[in-house]
């Protein structure tokens, strides 16, 4: 989501987190969360009209890339964690985004 546009606002996270996956996540988590991804460099935080927007950072965008390249591992890790078969997981790179 936030490697596809130029900013976001936690307010927009929390929403399209709803609406396309059912979850209900907390201002105050998704703010502690950006603001952890703030101090790590992941993510650029500035204000704009009053609201708080971010942007993703180069190095944001290499962990992602670096997300997407292991994705096959973290989801063995995953099913084995889980005691599943890999093959009946299905991920695609359109849900990293």
Known sequence: ML???????????????HKD???LVSPGTCYSTLYSM?????VKGYWKGGRRIYSISSKGREY????????????N????????????ISVSESEFG
Do not use: C, M, W
């Open 3 to 17: 490697r596809n546009v130029p900013y976001i606002s936690g307010y927009d996270i929390v929403t399209h987190v």
């Open 21 to 23: 996956f059912g979850v």
């Open 38 to 42: 703030e101090r790590k460099g992941l």
């Open 64 to 75: 992602i890339q670096s997300a997407l390249v292991n994705r096959g591992f973290i989801i």
């Open 77 to 88: 890790l995953v099913a084995s964690l889980l005691d599943r078969d890999a093959t009946s």
